[in-house]
């Protein structure tokens, strides 16, 4: 069908780059999500290497990004309460090498979730 060969085409050409199942995280018992804003020591390439091989491998991590501002890192991270997070902040944030200082906002509610834009809505 035209459907068909249109998705193919999307796969082919790497607009389509994978397909997931989004998990309800509150219904596996992680109620709360958390920004952590993550400042390093340094900028060398083996401290950056070793923080994004070790908080990759976090499974608390849901998303994480290198950015630009105050701090260097924004994670994206899914806990069932204050408890499990302290337990995650000190067990695994605070035991990377050339971790300097964090700071934690607990989202309260999602108002938008979604993993695209649609670029047929997209003003550009």
Known sequence: SPCWTRVKRLEEAGVIEKYVALLDHQALGYNNVVFVEITLDKHDDKVLDQFAEALTRAPEVVEA???????????????????????????????????????????????????????LKVVG
Do not use: M, N, W
């Open 65 to 119: 990004h290198l950015v630009t501002g105050e701090y260097d890192y924004l994670a994206k991270v899914v806990v069932s309460g204050t408890d499990h997070y302290e337990r995650f902040l000190r067990g695994t944030i605070y035991r990377i090498p050339g971790v300097r200082q964090t700071r934690t906002t607990f989202g309260l509610r999602a108002l938008k979730r979604t993993l695209s834009v649609d670029p």
